[in-house]
C-alpha cells in the first residue's frame, strides 16, 4: 500500500475553543525546552497564531486554521495525552475499539423494525 499525503484538514474554533486550544499547547510548550512533545506544541500554536484567519460570523469570533494531515494528527495525540494527564477515566474502552459487539445485527432485513421489513409488510397488506 502506498502512503501519500491526505491534504489539508479545516478547523473552525469559536473564540473560547481557540483560546483553550492555545492554552493547552501552551502549557504542553512550557514543559520542556527539548522535548518532542513541546517541541510539536510550540509548533502548532506558532501556526495557529500565524496562520489562523479571524472572523465574525453570526456576531461570534471564529479562527479558522487549515492542518496537514500529520499536524492534526499531532493535534489529537497531544490533547489526548493532555486530557489523559489531568483527568480521571473511569471507563476502558480499548476493548471495544474496532470490534463489533457480538449483540450488532446486521442492517436490513434481519431486524425487524427497519425500512425493509416495513416496506415488505406494507407491500403484503
Known amino acids: 500500500m502506498k502512503n501519500g499525503t491526505l491534504g489539508s484538514v479545516s478547523v473552525m474554533l469559536d473564540r473560547s475553543e481557540a483560546n483553550a486550544l492555545l492554552h493547552m499547547l501552551g502549557v504542553i510548550a512550557a514543559l520542556e525546552e527539548s522535548n518532542v512533545y513541546s517541541d510539536d506544541a510550540r509548533k502548532l500554536m506558532n501556526k495557529?497564531?500565524?496562520?489562523?484567519?479571524?472572523?465574525?460570523?453570526k456576531g461570534a469570533d471564529k479562527v479558522s486554521i487549515y492542518f496537514?494531515?500529520?499536524?492534526?494528527?499531532?493535534?489529537?495525540?497531544?490533547?489526548?495525552?493532555?486530557?489523559?494527564?489531568?483527568?480521571?477515566?473511569?471507563?476502558?474502552?480499548?476493548?471495544?475499539?474496532?470490534?463489533?459487539?457480538?449483540t450488532e445485527e446486521k442492517k436490513g432485513l434481519g431486524i425487524p423494525n427497519s425500512a425493509e421489513q416495513n416496506t415488505q409488510t406494507d407491500s403484503h397488506q
Open 48 to 57: 495557529i497564531l500565524k496562520h489562523g484567519r479571524t472572523y465574525s460570523q
Open 68 to 102: 496537514y494531515d500529520n499536524e492534526a494528527t499531532k493535534l489529537i495525540m497531544l490533547t489526548s495525552l493532555y486530557l489523559s494527564s489531568g483527568q480521571y477515566q473511569p471507563e476502558d474502552f480499548f476493548p471495544s475499539i474496532g470490534r463489533k459487539h457480538e
